[in-house]
Protein backbone atom coordinates (compact mmCIF):
# COMPACT_ATOMS: atom_id res chain seq x y z
CA UNK A 1 0.00 0.00 0.00
CA UNK A 2 2.89 2.59 0.94
CA UNK A 3 4.54 1.37 -1.89
CA UNK A 4 1.64 2.33 -4.60
CA UNK A 5 1.29 5.79 -2.52
CA UNK A 6 4.89 6.75 -3.26
CA UNK A 7 4.33 5.93 -7.00
CA UNK A 8 1.08 8.01 -7.01
CA UNK A 9 3.08 10.93 -5.36
CA UNK A 10 5.84 10.65 -7.78
CA UNK A 11 3.76 10.45 -10.59
CA UNK A 12 2.15 13.57 -9.50
CA UNK A 13 5.32 15.36 -8.81
CA UNK A 14 6.32 14.70 -12.41
CA UNK A 15 3.11 16.35 -13.83
CA UNK A 16 3.52 19.10 -11.86
CA UNK A 17 6.69 19.60 -13.02
CA UNK A 18 6.02 19.20 -16.52
CA UNK A 19 3.32 21.77 -16.40
CA UNK A 20 5.25 24.52 -14.82
CA UNK A 21 8.50 24.32 -17.24
CA UNK A 22 5.33 24.79 -19.77
CA UNK A 23 3.87 27.84 -18.29
CA UNK A 24 7.02 29.09 -17.18
CA UNK A 25 8.55 28.96 -20.65
CA UNK A 26 5.62 29.94 -22.80
CA UNK A 27 5.12 33.22 -20.45
CA UNK A 28 8.81 34.13 -20.44
CA UNK A 29 8.56 34.81 -16.58
CA UNK A 30 12.37 34.19 -16.35
CA UNK A 31 13.40 35.14 -19.82
CA UNK A 32 15.46 37.53 -18.45
CA UNK A 33 16.96 35.94 -15.84
CA UNK A 34 20.40 34.31 -17.13
CA UNK A 35 23.84 33.42 -15.59
CA UNK A 36 27.26 33.66 -17.71
CA UNK A 37 29.22 31.41 -16.16
CA UNK A 38 32.00 32.15 -19.07
CA UNK A 39 35.58 33.23 -18.21
CA UNK A 40 35.28 36.23 -20.53
CA UNK A 41 31.53 36.84 -19.85
CA UNK A 42 30.97 35.99 -23.58
CA UNK A 43 27.06 36.38 -23.37
CA UNK A 44 27.08 39.89 -21.01
CA UNK A 45 26.94 42.45 -23.01
CA UNK A 46 28.51 45.95 -22.04
CA UNK A 47 26.81 48.58 -20.27
CA UNK A 48 27.59 51.19 -23.23
CA UNK A 49 25.96 48.40 -25.87
CA UNK A 50 22.56 48.39 -23.11
CA UNK A 51 22.64 51.96 -22.73
CA UNK A 52 22.30 51.83 -26.96
CA UNK A 53 19.90 49.66 -27.25
CA UNK A 54 17.68 51.18 -24.38
CA UNK A 55 17.82 54.88 -26.08
CA UNK A 56 16.66 53.46 -29.57
CA UNK A 57 14.27 56.54 -30.79
CA UNK A 58 13.09 54.16 -33.68
CA UNK A 59 12.23 50.62 -34.80
CA UNK A 60 15.68 48.74 -36.23
CA UNK A 61 15.57 45.54 -38.76
CA UNK A 62 18.79 43.53 -38.36
CA UNK A 63 18.56 40.48 -41.19
CA UNK A 64 21.60 37.70 -40.60
CA UNK A 65 21.84 36.47 -43.84
CA UNK A 66 23.93 32.99 -43.13
CA UNK A 67 24.04 30.16 -45.93
CA UNK A 68 22.72 27.16 -44.14
CA UNK A 69 22.69 24.43 -46.57
CA UNK A 70 26.54 25.87 -48.38
CA UNK A 71 28.19 25.53 -44.40
CA UNK A 72 27.23 22.00 -43.90
CA UNK A 73 31.04 21.31 -44.35
CA UNK A 74 32.51 24.46 -42.49
CA UNK A 75 32.64 23.92 -38.77
CA UNK A 76 34.24 27.05 -38.39
CA UNK A 77 31.58 28.89 -39.69
CA UNK A 78 28.38 27.22 -38.40
CA UNK A 79 30.19 27.13 -34.91
CA UNK A 80 30.53 30.74 -35.05
CA UNK A 81 26.84 31.62 -36.10
CA UNK A 82 25.85 29.86 -33.20
CA UNK A 83 27.69 32.45 -31.08
CA UNK A 84 26.27 35.34 -33.53
CA UNK A 85 22.67 34.24 -33.59
CA UNK A 86 22.85 33.49 -29.53
CA UNK A 87 24.28 37.49 -29.04
CA UNK A 88 21.82 39.00 -31.28
CA UNK A 89 19.23 37.16 -29.46
CA UNK A 90 20.71 38.82 -26.04
CA UNK A 91 20.53 42.24 -28.29
CA UNK A 92 17.00 41.70 -28.69
CA UNK A 93 16.14 40.95 -25.35
CA UNK A 94 17.31 44.76 -24.27
CA UNK A 95 15.79 45.98 -27.18
CA UNK A 96 12.59 46.94 -25.61
CA UNK A 97 10.43 45.85 -28.66
CA UNK A 98 12.38 48.32 -31.12
CA UNK A 99 15.36 46.40 -32.57
CA UNK A 100 13.83 43.27 -34.29
CA UNK A 101 16.36 39.74 -35.77
CA UNK A 102 15.59 38.22 -38.82
CA UNK A 103 17.69 35.38 -40.18
CA UNK A 104 17.42 34.46 -43.70
CA UNK A 105 19.19 31.32 -45.49
CA UNK A 106 20.45 32.91 -49.11
CA UNK A 107 20.11 29.67 -51.08
CA UNK A 108 21.58 29.98 -54.53
CA UNK A 109 19.51 31.37 -57.43
CA UNK A 110 16.95 32.11 -54.25
CA UNK A 111 15.10 36.16 -53.98
CA UNK A 112 16.81 36.10 -50.74
CA UNK A 113 19.92 35.38 -52.30
CA UNK A 114 19.29 38.36 -54.70
CA UNK A 115 18.34 40.70 -51.19
CA UNK A 116 21.41 40.08 -49.91
CA UNK A 117 23.18 41.10 -52.95
CA UNK A 118 21.25 44.23 -53.29
CA UNK A 119 21.94 45.10 -50.00
CA UNK A 120 25.54 45.21 -50.81
CA UNK A 121 27.04 41.12 -48.15
CA UNK A 122 29.69 40.17 -49.51
CA UNK A 123 29.58 36.67 -50.84
CA UNK A 124 32.61 33.87 -50.61
CA UNK A 125 32.88 30.95 -52.82
CA UNK A 126 33.85 28.48 -50.19
CA UNK A 127 30.53 26.23 -50.31
CA UNK A 128 30.84 22.31 -51.77
CA UNK A 129 30.90 22.89 -55.36
CA UNK A 130 32.06 26.50 -54.79
CA UNK A 131 28.59 27.51 -53.72
CA UNK A 132 28.40 31.28 -52.77
CA UNK A 133 28.43 31.36 -48.87
CA UNK A 134 26.66 34.58 -47.00
CA UNK A 135 26.89 35.59 -43.39
CA UNK A 136 26.65 39.03 -43.15
CA UNK A 137 24.11 41.33 -41.28
CA UNK A 138 22.29 43.91 -43.13
CA UNK A 139 20.36 46.73 -40.73
CA UNK A 140 17.34 48.90 -41.98
CA UNK A 141 15.28 51.77 -39.72
CA UNK A 142 12.19 53.26 -40.47
CA UNK A 143 13.67 55.93 -42.95
CA UNK A 144 15.24 53.10 -45.47
CA UNK A 145 18.55 54.11 -44.20
CA UNK A 146 21.20 50.45 -44.58
CA UNK A 147 23.60 50.12 -42.60
CA UNK A 148 25.58 46.46 -43.35
CA UNK A 149 28.95 44.26 -42.05
CA UNK A 150 29.31 42.58 -45.34
CA UNK A 151 30.85 39.28 -43.46
CA UNK A 152 31.06 38.98 -40.22
CA UNK A 153 34.51 37.36 -39.98
CA UNK A 154 35.24 34.56 -37.18
CA UNK A 155 38.78 36.86 -36.51
CA UNK A 156 36.95 39.70 -35.54
CA UNK A 157 34.95 37.95 -32.76
CA UNK A 158 36.09 40.00 -29.78
CA UNK A 159 34.88 42.69 -31.83
CA UNK A 160 31.74 41.37 -32.81
CA UNK A 161 29.74 43.83 -29.93
CA UNK A 162 31.33 46.71 -31.07
CA UNK A 163 30.45 46.34 -35.01
CA UNK A 164 27.65 45.46 -34.52
CA UNK A 165 26.49 48.19 -31.79
CA UNK A 166 27.78 51.04 -33.95
CA UNK A 167 26.03 49.46 -36.63
CA UNK A 168 22.93 50.14 -34.26
CA UNK A 169 24.05 53.73 -33.07
CA UNK A 170 24.48 54.52 -36.78
CA UNK A 171 20.94 53.51 -38.02
CA UNK A 172 19.41 55.32 -34.73
CA UNK A 173 21.85 58.52 -35.52
CA UNK A 174 21.50 58.74 -39.32
CA UNK A 175 22.60 62.26 -39.76
CA UNK A 176 25.87 63.41 -40.83
CA UNK A 177 28.39 64.05 -37.93
CA UNK A 178 30.57 67.44 -37.73
CA UNK A 179 34.16 67.36 -37.52
CA UNK A 180 35.96 70.44 -36.93
CA UNK A 181 39.44 71.37 -37.68
CA UNK A 182 41.49 74.04 -36.23
CA UNK A 183 44.93 74.18 -38.11
CA UNK A 184 47.14 76.70 -39.98
CA UNK A 185 48.71 73.60 -41.84
CA UNK A 186 47.31 72.80 -45.62
CA UNK A 187 45.69 69.72 -44.04
CA UNK A 188 42.15 70.89 -45.80
CA UNK A 189 43.50 72.15 -48.60
CA UNK A 190 43.89 75.72 -49.99
CA UNK A 191 43.62 78.44 -53.27
CA UNK A 192 46.73 78.84 -54.82
CA UNK A 193 46.48 82.11 -57.30
CA UNK A 194 48.94 80.63 -59.99
CA UNK A 195 47.75 76.80 -59.42
CA UNK A 196 44.09 77.18 -58.60
CA UNK A 197 42.67 75.25 -56.11
CA UNK A 198 44.86 72.60 -54.51
CA UNK A 199 43.32 69.61 -52.60
CA UNK A 200 44.11 68.91 -49.27
CA UNK A 201 45.85 65.76 -47.56
CA UNK A 202 44.04 62.42 -48.47
CA UNK A 203 43.18 61.86 -45.27
CA UNK A 204 40.32 64.99 -45.12
CA UNK A 205 39.38 64.37 -48.58
CA UNK A 206 38.38 60.83 -47.68
CA UNK A 207 36.62 61.98 -44.51
CA UNK A 208 34.38 65.02 -46.15
CA UNK A 209 32.62 61.26 -48.25
CA UNK A 210 31.61 61.00 -44.36
CA UNK A 211 31.63 63.76 -42.27
CA UNK A 212 30.68 67.38 -42.40
CA UNK A 213 34.16 68.84 -42.40
CA UNK A 214 34.40 72.14 -41.27
CA UNK A 215 37.49 74.49 -40.98
CA UNK A 216 37.56 76.28 -36.97
CA UNK A 217 39.72 79.61 -36.97
CA UNK A 218 42.70 79.57 -34.54
CA UNK A 219 41.29 82.42 -33.28
CA UNK A 220 38.49 81.29 -32.06
CA UNK A 221 36.99 82.01 -28.40
CA UNK A 222 33.79 79.54 -28.31
CA UNK A 223 33.37 76.25 -30.01
CA UNK A 224 29.99 74.59 -30.62
CA UNK A 225 27.67 72.59 -32.95
CA UNK A 226 30.57 70.23 -33.50
CA UNK A 227 30.50 66.72 -32.53
CA UNK A 228 34.87 66.31 -32.80
CA UNK A 229 37.17 68.67 -32.55
CA UNK A 230 40.80 68.29 -34.40
CA UNK A 231 43.61 70.34 -33.30
CA UNK A 232 46.63 69.94 -35.25
CA UNK A 233 49.95 71.61 -34.62
CA UNK A 234 48.40 74.48 -32.29
CA UNK A 235 51.20 77.35 -32.12
CA UNK A 236 51.10 80.54 -30.34
CA UNK A 237 47.09 80.61 -29.54
CA UNK A 238 45.37 82.90 -27.65
CA UNK A 239 44.29 82.26 -24.06
CA UNK A 240 40.65 82.93 -25.83
CA UNK A 241 41.19 79.84 -27.79
CA UNK A 242 42.63 77.47 -25.35
CA UNK A 243 39.99 78.42 -23.30
CA UNK A 244 37.55 77.63 -25.43
CA UNK A 245 38.86 74.52 -26.28
CA UNK A 246 39.20 73.33 -22.41
CA UNK A 247 35.23 74.28 -21.83
CA UNK A 248 34.27 72.44 -24.89
CA UNK A 249 36.38 69.25 -23.46
CA UNK A 250 34.67 69.76 -20.04
CA UNK A 251 31.21 69.90 -21.52
CA UNK A 252 31.60 66.57 -23.02
CA UNK A 253 32.99 67.94 -26.08
CA UNK A 254 35.49 65.10 -27.69
CA UNK A 255 38.84 66.13 -29.07
CA UNK A 256 41.91 64.73 -31.05
CA UNK A 257 44.85 66.82 -30.60
CA UNK A 258 47.79 66.21 -32.73
CA UNK A 259 51.16 68.15 -30.95
CA UNK A 260 55.05 67.47 -32.30
CA UNK A 261 58.22 68.47 -31.26
CA UNK A 262 59.80 68.92 -34.45
CA UNK A 263 56.84 68.77 -37.43
CA UNK A 264 58.81 67.80 -40.87
CA UNK A 265 55.17 68.86 -42.43
CA UNK A 266 55.49 72.63 -41.62
CA UNK A 267 56.85 74.99 -44.26
CA UNK A 268 59.03 77.89 -43.19
CA UNK A 269 59.50 80.01 -46.10
CA UNK A 270 63.40 80.84 -47.15
CA UNK A 271 65.01 84.04 -46.20
CA UNK A 272 67.35 85.07 -49.03
CA UNK A 273 69.27 86.99 -46.47
CA UNK A 274 69.65 84.13 -44.10
CA UNK A 275 69.14 80.74 -45.25
CA UNK A 276 69.88 78.93 -41.79
CA UNK A 277 66.98 80.52 -40.93
CA UNK A 278 64.66 78.15 -42.65
CA UNK A 279 66.96 75.06 -40.92
CA UNK A 280 66.46 76.53 -37.43
CA UNK A 281 63.03 77.49 -37.47
CA UNK A 282 60.92 76.27 -34.72
CA UNK A 283 58.60 73.59 -35.85
CA UNK A 284 57.11 72.27 -32.50
CA UNK A 285 53.76 72.29 -31.49
CA UNK A 286 52.44 72.51 -27.98
CA UNK A 287 49.15 72.61 -25.67
CA UNK A 288 51.51 73.28 -22.74
CA UNK A 289 48.63 74.85 -20.60
CA UNK A 290 45.65 72.75 -20.84
CA UNK A 291 48.05 69.43 -21.12
CA UNK A 292 49.61 71.02 -17.23
CA UNK A 293 45.76 71.44 -16.44
CA UNK A 294 44.86 68.11 -17.26
CA UNK A 295 47.50 66.08 -15.89
CA UNK A 296 49.17 65.36 -19.09
CA UNK A 297 53.15 65.72 -19.69
CA UNK A 298 54.58 66.87 -23.41
CA UNK A 299 58.63 68.07 -23.83
CA UNK A 300 58.11 69.44 -27.62
CA UNK A 301 61.82 70.01 -26.75
CA UNK A 302 62.27 65.76 -27.15
CA UNK A 303 62.35 63.55 -29.85
CA UNK A 304 61.97 59.43 -29.89
CA UNK A 305 64.45 57.80 -31.53
CA UNK A 306 63.68 54.32 -31.88
CA UNK A 307 66.62 51.29 -33.18
CA UNK A 308 64.18 48.49 -33.63
CA UNK A 309 61.55 50.03 -35.60
CA UNK A 310 64.00 52.47 -37.92
CA UNK A 311 62.55 53.23 -41.07
CA UNK A 312 65.31 53.14 -44.01
CA UNK A 313 65.29 56.61 -46.16
CA UNK A 314 67.48 57.56 -49.52
CA UNK A 315 70.26 59.63 -48.48
CA UNK A 316 71.62 62.85 -51.27
CA UNK A 317 74.20 61.11 -52.40
CA UNK A 318 71.48 57.76 -53.44
CA UNK A 319 73.03 55.63 -50.32
CA UNK A 320 69.81 53.88 -47.91
CA UNK A 321 70.58 54.90 -44.21
CA UNK A 322 68.17 54.25 -41.08
CA UNK A 323 67.09 56.71 -39.77
CA UNK A 324 66.05 56.69 -35.93
CA UNK A 325 63.85 59.32 -35.88
CA UNK A 326 61.58 58.08 -38.69
CA UNK A 327 59.95 55.42 -37.65
CA UNK A 328 57.47 51.88 -38.98
CA UNK A 329 55.96 51.27 -35.20
CA UNK A 330 54.12 47.30 -36.00
CA UNK A 331 51.50 45.44 -34.38
CA UNK A 332 54.00 45.29 -31.59
CA UNK A 333 53.87 48.73 -30.82
CA UNK A 334 50.28 49.03 -31.37
CA UNK A 335 47.32 48.63 -28.47
CA UNK A 336 45.56 45.45 -30.04
CA UNK A 337 43.04 45.26 -27.47
CA UNK A 338 41.69 48.91 -28.86
CA UNK A 339 38.92 48.91 -31.54
CA UNK A 340 40.84 51.32 -33.56
CA UNK A 341 44.12 49.51 -33.87
CA UNK A 342 43.20 46.06 -33.71
CA UNK A 343 43.36 45.18 -37.40
CA UNK A 344 46.27 47.69 -38.66
CA UNK A 345 49.86 46.21 -39.85
CA UNK A 346 52.25 49.09 -39.47
CA UNK A 347 52.34 53.06 -38.80
CA UNK A 348 54.27 55.75 -39.87
CA UNK A 349 55.41 58.67 -37.81
CA UNK A 350 58.45 61.10 -37.88
CA UNK A 351 60.02 62.75 -35.26
CA UNK A 352 57.65 61.93 -33.00
CA UNK A 353 57.42 63.21 -29.23
CA UNK A 354 56.63 61.23 -25.97
CA UNK A 355 53.61 61.68 -23.98
CA UNK A 356 53.20 60.61 -20.08
CA UNK A 357 50.92 61.03 -17.23
CA UNK A 358 50.14 59.72 -13.74
CA UNK A 359 49.81 55.47 -13.84
CA UNK A 360 46.57 54.75 -15.37
CA UNK A 361 45.52 58.32 -16.94
CA UNK A 362 46.93 57.41 -20.76
CA UNK A 363 45.25 54.47 -22.78
CA UNK A 364 48.43 53.83 -25.06
CA UNK A 365 47.40 53.62 -28.93
CA UNK A 366 51.20 53.80 -30.51
CA UNK A 367 54.05 53.13 -27.88
CA UNK A 368 58.13 52.86 -28.92
CA UNK A 369 60.14 49.25 -28.59
CA UNK A 370 62.39 49.30 -25.20
CA UNK A 371 64.99 50.39 -27.79
CA UNK A 372 64.78 53.84 -27.97
CA UNK A 373 65.29 56.84 -26.29
CA UNK A 374 64.95 60.67 -26.26
CA UNK A 375 67.18 63.27 -27.94
CA UNK A 376 66.69 66.91 -28.20
CA UNK A 377 64.94 68.13 -31.28
CA UNK A 378 68.01 70.65 -31.81
CA UNK A 379 70.29 67.98 -32.98
CA UNK A 380 67.53 67.16 -35.69
CA UNK A 381 67.54 70.96 -37.10
CA UNK A 382 70.82 70.76 -39.02
CA UNK A 383 71.19 66.81 -39.40
CA UNK A 384 72.59 66.16 -42.82
CA UNK A 385 73.86 62.08 -42.57
CA UNK A 386 71.10 60.32 -39.78
CA UNK A 387 73.75 58.18 -39.29
CA UNK A 388 75.24 60.86 -36.90
CA UNK A 389 72.48 59.31 -34.23
CA UNK A 390 73.89 56.01 -34.01
CA UNK A 391 77.13 57.68 -32.74
CA UNK A 392 75.31 59.10 -29.87
CA UNK A 393 72.41 56.20 -29.32
CA UNK A 394 71.91 54.18 -26.36
CA UNK A 395 68.70 52.89 -25.39
CA UNK A 396 67.22 53.62 -21.69
CA UNK A 397 64.78 50.52 -21.69
CA UNK A 398 61.75 52.35 -21.14
CA UNK A 399 58.86 52.42 -23.69
CA UNK A 400 57.71 56.19 -24.58
CA UNK A 401 53.98 56.60 -25.88
CA UNK A 402 53.12 58.01 -29.16
CA UNK A 403 50.14 58.36 -28.94
CA UNK A 404 47.27 57.86 -25.91
CA UNK A 405 43.68 58.30 -24.77
CA UNK A 406 42.89 60.46 -21.87
CA UNK A 407 41.39 58.13 -19.57
CA UNK A 408 38.85 58.91 -16.69
CA UNK A 409 38.21 62.23 -15.07
CA UNK A 410 39.89 65.94 -16.31
CA UNK A 411 39.75 69.01 -14.67
CA UNK A 412 39.41 72.35 -15.86
CA UNK A 413 42.98 74.24 -17.10
CA UNK A 414 41.28 77.38 -15.99
CA UNK A 415 39.17 76.55 -12.92
CA UNK A 416 38.67 80.46 -12.14
CA UNK A 417 38.22 80.91 -15.69
CA UNK A 418 39.61 84.21 -17.93
CA UNK A 419 38.82 87.59 -18.02
CA UNK A 420 35.43 88.19 -19.61
CA UNK A 421 34.67 84.41 -18.87
CA UNK A 422 33.59 83.69 -15.22
CA UNK A 423 31.02 80.81 -15.88
CA UNK A 424 33.39 77.99 -15.99
CA UNK A 425 32.64 74.17 -16.29
CA UNK A 426 35.47 72.86 -13.62
CA UNK A 427 35.68 69.34 -14.57
CA UNK A 428 33.97 66.13 -16.54
CA UNK A 429 34.05 62.83 -15.09
CA UNK A 430 34.92 60.61 -18.05
CA UNK A 431 36.97 62.82 -21.14
CA UNK A 432 36.89 61.73 -24.49
CA UNK A 433 40.63 62.83 -25.24
CA UNK A 434 43.19 61.55 -27.52
CA UNK A 435 46.31 62.81 -28.18
CA UNK A 436 49.46 61.86 -30.68
CA UNK A 437 52.61 63.20 -30.23
CA UNK A 438 53.21 63.61 -34.16
CA UNK A 439 51.64 66.12 -36.21
CA UNK A 440 53.84 64.10 -39.81
CA UNK A 441 51.26 60.86 -39.49
CA UNK A 442 48.56 63.08 -41.31
CA UNK A 443 50.28 63.68 -44.44
CA UNK A 444 50.28 61.73 -47.49
CA UNK A 445 53.99 61.18 -47.55
CA UNK A 446 54.01 59.63 -44.70
CA UNK A 447 51.57 56.02 -45.69
CA UNK A 448 50.03 56.86 -49.67
CA UNK A 449 51.64 56.92 -53.09
CA UNK A 450 49.81 58.80 -55.68
CA UNK A 451 50.05 57.75 -59.25
CA UNK A 452 48.51 59.11 -62.24
CA UNK A 453 46.12 56.74 -64.81
CA UNK A 454 44.78 57.87 -67.65
CA UNK A 455 44.42 61.20 -65.87
CA UNK A 456 42.93 59.79 -62.84
CA UNK A 457 44.56 59.68 -59.57
CA UNK A 458 45.39 56.23 -58.14
CA UNK A 459 46.09 55.96 -54.20
CA UNK A 460 48.11 52.91 -53.06
CA UNK A 461 48.82 53.32 -49.03
CA UNK A 462 52.08 51.30 -47.92
CA UNK A 463 50.95 52.41 -44.46
CA UNK A 464 47.47 52.26 -42.25
CA UNK A 465 47.85 55.83 -40.85
CA UNK A 466 44.75 56.71 -42.95
CA UNK A 467 42.66 53.55 -41.57
CA UNK A 468 43.43 54.58 -38.05
CA UNK A 469 41.96 57.96 -38.35
CA UNK A 470 39.28 56.95 -40.01
CA UNK A 471 38.98 54.13 -37.22
CA UNK A 472 39.17 56.65 -34.65
CA UNK A 473 37.09 59.94 -35.58
CA UNK A 474 34.75 57.33 -36.76
CA UNK A 475 34.69 56.03 -32.97
CA UNK A 476 35.11 59.41 -31.31
CA UNK A 477 32.30 60.90 -32.91
CA UNK A 478 29.74 57.45 -31.92
CA UNK A 479 28.45 57.73 -28.58
CA UNK A 480 29.91 58.09 -25.50
CA UNK A 481 28.27 54.53 -24.55
CA UNK A 482 30.14 53.41 -28.33
CA UNK A 483 33.31 54.83 -26.91
CA UNK A 484 33.27 52.64 -23.80
CA UNK A 485 32.49 49.06 -25.98
CA UNK A 486 35.75 47.53 -26.28
CA UNK A 487 37.63 44.25 -27.38
CA UNK A 488 36.63 41.38 -25.68
CA UNK A 489 37.62 37.75 -25.16
CA UNK A 490 36.78 35.07 -27.32
CA UNK A 491 34.81 32.05 -27.22
CA UNK A 492 37.68 30.00 -28.78
CA UNK A 493 39.62 28.35 -25.77
CA UNK A 494 43.12 27.03 -26.11
CA UNK A 495 43.77 23.52 -24.60
CA UNK A 496 46.98 24.66 -22.24
CA UNK A 497 47.06 21.22 -21.02
CA UNK A 498 47.12 19.96 -24.09
CA UNK A 499 49.58 22.67 -25.66
CA UNK A 500 52.04 21.70 -22.58
CA UNK A 501 52.02 17.90 -23.59
CA UNK A 502 52.70 19.04 -26.92
CA UNK A 503 55.83 21.29 -26.17
CA UNK A 504 57.32 18.44 -24.13
CA UNK A 505 56.33 15.42 -26.72
CA UNK A 506 58.19 18.02 -29.58
CA UNK A 507 61.08 18.80 -27.35
CA UNK A 508 61.52 14.87 -26.35
CA UNK A 509 61.07 12.95 -29.96
CA UNK A 510 62.45 15.91 -32.42
CA UNK A 511 65.84 15.00 -31.77
CA UNK A 512 65.03 11.43 -32.66
CA UNK A 513 63.04 12.62 -35.37
CA UNK A 514 66.79 15.07 -36.80
CA UNK A 515 68.96 11.41 -36.16
CA UNK A 516 66.65 9.45 -38.40
CA UNK A 517 65.73 12.57 -41.20
CA UNK A 518 69.73 12.85 -41.27
CA UNK A 519 70.02 9.09 -42.18
CA UNK A 520 67.04 9.19 -44.54
CA UNK A 521 68.92 11.28 -46.39
CA UNK A 522 72.38 9.56 -46.36
CA UNK A 523 70.91 6.55 -47.50
CA UNK A 524 69.03 8.15 -50.18
CA UNK A 525 72.02 9.99 -51.12
CA UNK A 526 74.23 6.69 -51.57
CA UNK A 527 71.31 5.04 -52.60
CA UNK A 528 71.12 7.49 -55.61
CA UNK A 529 74.64 7.14 -56.18
CA UNK A 530 74.71 3.43 -56.77
CA UNK A 531 71.64 3.38 -59.09
CA UNK A 532 73.00 6.22 -61.46
CA UNK A 533 75.59 3.53 -62.44
CA UNK A 534 72.77 1.71 -63.38
CA UNK A 535 71.73 2.55 -66.23
CA UNK A 536 70.50 0.63 -69.68
CA UNK A 537 74.20 0.27 -71.02
CA UNK A 538 75.79 -0.60 -67.33
CA UNK A 539 72.92 -3.45 -66.41
CA UNK A 540 75.29 -6.09 -67.49
CA UNK A 541 78.51 -4.93 -65.66
CA UNK A 542 76.90 -4.28 -62.09
CA UNK A 543 78.31 -6.97 -60.09
CA UNK A 544 76.30 -8.88 -57.27
CA UNK A 545 77.93 -6.91 -54.68
CA UNK A 546 76.34 -3.90 -55.95
CA UNK A 547 73.33 -5.17 -56.24
CA UNK A 548 72.83 -6.49 -52.55
CA UNK A 549 74.39 -3.32 -51.69
CA UNK A 550 71.43 -1.73 -53.11
CA UNK A 551 68.82 -3.62 -52.02
CA UNK A 552 70.20 -3.16 -48.32
CA UNK A 553 70.38 0.24 -48.59
CA UNK A 554 66.41 0.17 -50.13
CA UNK A 555 65.91 -1.83 -46.88
CA UNK A 556 67.51 0.40 -44.49
CA UNK A 557 65.44 3.56 -46.11
CA UNK A 558 62.29 1.39 -45.62
CA UNK A 559 63.23 1.22 -41.62
CA UNK A 560 64.01 4.81 -41.27
CA UNK A 561 60.81 5.62 -42.65
CA UNK A 562 59.42 3.20 -40.41
CA UNK A 563 60.78 4.79 -37.55
CA UNK A 564 60.21 8.12 -38.27
CA UNK A 565 56.69 7.24 -38.78
CA UNK A 566 56.71 6.08 -35.31
CA UNK A 567 58.44 8.78 -33.76
CA UNK A 568 55.38 10.94 -35.12
CA UNK A 569 52.89 8.40 -33.78
CA UNK A 570 54.78 9.30 -30.24
CA UNK A 571 53.81 13.11 -30.52
CA UNK A 572 50.80 13.17 -29.85
CA UNK A 573 50.26 9.43 -27.90
CA UNK A 574 50.59 11.90 -24.86
CA UNK A 575 47.66 13.76 -26.36
CA UNK A 576 45.54 10.80 -26.99
CA UNK A 577 46.18 9.38 -23.49
CA UNK A 578 45.14 12.19 -21.92
CA UNK A 579 41.64 12.30 -24.21
CA UNK A 580 41.61 8.46 -23.58
CA UNK A 581 41.46 9.28 -19.18
CA UNK A 582 38.80 12.53 -20.11
CA UNK A 583 36.94 10.10 -21.97
CA UNK A 584 36.37 7.31 -18.63
CA UNK A 585 36.62 10.26 -16.52
CA UNK A 586 33.04 12.13 -18.13
CA UNK A 587 31.83 8.55 -19.29
CA UNK A 588 32.46 6.10 -16.71
CA UNK A 589 34.25 7.49 -13.80
CA UNK A 590 31.66 10.18 -12.66
CA UNK A 591 28.67 7.50 -13.47
CA UNK A 592 30.22 5.47 -11.05
CA UNK A 593 30.64 7.58 -8.43
CA UNK A 594 27.63 9.30 -8.23
CA UNK A 595 26.26 5.78 -8.09
CA UNK A 596 28.08 4.78 -5.06
CA UNK A 597 27.10 8.17 -3.63
CA UNK A 598 23.35 7.12 -4.20
CA UNK A 599 23.77 3.53 -3.02
CA UNK A 600 25.79 4.35 0.30
CA UNK A 601 23.16 7.13 0.57
CA UNK A 602 20.07 4.54 0.30
CA UNK A 603 21.98 2.01 2.78
CA UNK A 604 22.69 4.38 5.36
CA UNK A 605 19.00 5.64 5.34
CA UNK A 606 17.75 1.97 5.34
CA UNK A 607 20.41 0.98 8.22
CA UNK A 608 18.55 4.11 10.39
CA UNK A 609 15.27 2.90 9.90
CA UNK A 610 16.13 -0.66 11.05
CA UNK A 611 17.90 1.08 14.43
CA UNK A 612 14.51 3.19 14.71
CA UNK A 613 12.46 0.35 14.22
CA UNK A 614 14.78 -1.79 16.55
CA UNK A 615 14.20 0.65 19.61
Same mark, same amino acid.
Given at each position: ?278 ? #? ?7 ? !?? =????? &?? *? +???? @? ?120 ? #? ?7 ? !?? =????? &?? *? +???? @? ?167
Amino acid at each position: MKKHAHKTQLLILGVIFLLASVIINQSGLFSKLRVDLTENDLFTLNDGTINILKNIDENIHLRLFYSDQATENIPLLRTYHRRVVDFLEELERYGSGKLRITQIDPVSFSEEEDQASQYGLQALPVGEGGENVFFGIAGTNSLDDVEVIPFIQPDREAFLEYDIAQLIYNLNNPAKRTVGVMTDLPLLGSFDPQQGQVSGQIIFEQLKEMYEIVPIETTVTEIKDIDLLLVVHPKNLTEGTLFAIDQFVMNGGRLMAFVDPMAQAEEVPVDPQNPMTQL #QADRSSDLA !VL =FNGWG &IN *F +DKTQ @VVLDNQQAVSIQSGQGQTIRHLGINSWDKNSLNQVDIVTSDLSSLNTALAGALTAEEGKLLPIISSTQQSMLVGNDAMSLLFNPNALFQSFNPDDQVHVIAARVQGSLNSAFPNGIEGQSEV #QNSIEQANV !VV =FADVD &IL *F +DRMW @VRVQNFFGRQIYSNFADNGTLINNLIDNMTGSADLIQVRARGTSNRPFDKVLEIQRVSEQKYRETENQLMQQLRETESKLNELQSIKGQENQLIINREQQQEITRFKQRKLEVRKSLREVKRNLNKDIEALGTKLKFINIALVPILLTLVIVFLSWRKSKRKERQYAK
